[in-house]
């Protein structure tokens, strides 16, 4: 299984990213996915998770209203829009998937991506 990340980046507190996740190796529309992130010092906590079937998400408290995922299951993509970008969001962040999407929020998640930075100046 591979979760390759991509879209992080270096930008201003209030701006924007998109960050995307292209899965294989997988029957990825038997998964839920999810992003977690990490930043210095700090554990890894779980940001939002997405069902199967894309009808339902769910997501930690630091992000909701700010941070939207979605995904494409035609092209084994997730997303993470994140808006309204604060400093404490800087960190690197993770694509991840699993059976079941309770895993993913406990931050236990089977598969791992490698992972993005993203760094939010103030």
């Known amino acids: 299984v591979q979760l390759q990340a991509s879209g992080g980046g270096l930008v201003q507190a209030g701006g924007s990213l998109r960050l995307s996740c292209a899965a294989s190796?997988?029957?990825?529309?038997?998964?839920?996915m999810g992003w977690s992130r990490q930043a210095p010092g700090r554990d890894r906590e779980f940001i939002a998770g997405?069902?199967?079937?894309?009808?339902?998400?769910n997501y930690a408290d630091a992000v909701k209203g700010r941070f939207t995922i979605s995904r494409d299951n035609a092209k084994n993509l997730v997303y993470l829009q994140m808006n309204s970008l604060k400093a404490e969001d800087t960190a690197v962040y993770y694509c991840?998937?699993?059976?079941?999407?309770?895993?993913?929020?406990?931050?236990?998640?089977?598969?791992w991506g490698q992972g993005t930075q993203v760094t939010v100046s103030s």
């Open positions: 997405i069902i199967k079937g894309g009808g339902s998400t």
């Open positions: 190796g997988l029957t990825f529309s038997n998964y839920a």
């Open positions: 991840v998937a699993d059976l079941k999407l309770h895993s993913i929020m406990v931050v236990t998640p089977e598969h």
